[in-house]
């Protein structure tokens, strides 16, 4: 659709990044970086938060909510739909300001890190919008219905990862 509109297209991301990255911090996330059309948050830091998990699980049920929004009007306008995939893990991380002598970010890195990104990735092949690692559902029963998916094998683990979506999700 946007192969000859490079201006339109930006366009359209932009204004789908804005619309999330205003619900990632509006549930006190960080965001790290954009990637195009993709963005990487965490939660507990630079500002410590007890609830993190259930910020983060949150914020990913308002985006999807707004995304739901956001599609309407662009069907009204004749453009194509977005789709998207969102993984959220918890674990321990480094926090900090990282990079070269000439360039660097506060950015986030780590095991945790990669996995919640491998569980974006897996979104598509198991049919759901959202994945949630394990980890993250421990102690959120009680706000949330959780979903068990499935057992998967991601790219840098041995072991199988159980995962989870939330009931009525997708």
């Not at 630079?46 to 914020?59: C, G, M, N, S, T």
């Not at 306008?77 to 970010?105: C, H, K, W, Y």
């Not at 068990?148 to 997708?170: A, C, F, H, P, R």
Request: charged letters at 30%; a negative charge; hydrophobic letters at 35%.
């Amino acid at each position: 659709k946007y192969k000859g509109n490079p201006e339109g297209l930006t366009k359209l991301i932009n204004r789908f990044l804005t619309r999330m990255t205003d619900i990632i911090i509006k549930n006190g996330g960080t965001i790290d970086k954009f990637m195009g059309d993709c963005i990487m948050a965490f939660w507990n830091a630079p500002i410590e938060d007890v609830l993190h998990e259930e910020h983060a699980v949150q914020a990913a049920l308002d985006m999807q909510e707004e995304l739901k929004l956001l599609n309407t009007e662009l069907t009204a306008e004749g453009l194509p739909n977005i789709n998207i995939g969102i993984g959220i893990n918890t674990g321990e991380a480094l926090v900090g300001n990282m990079g070269s002598d000439q360039r660097f970010d506060y950015s986030v890195i780590g095991d945790a890190v990669n996995l919640a990104s491998r569980l974006e990735s897996s979104s598509k092949d198991l049919k759901e919008t959202l994945v949630i690692s394990e980890e993250t559902t421990k102690g959120l029963d009680k706000a949330f219905d959780f979903k068990y998916i499935d057992s998967i094998k991601v790219k840098g683990k041995t072991e199988k990862i159980k995962v989870y979506t939330l009931k009525g999700n997708n």
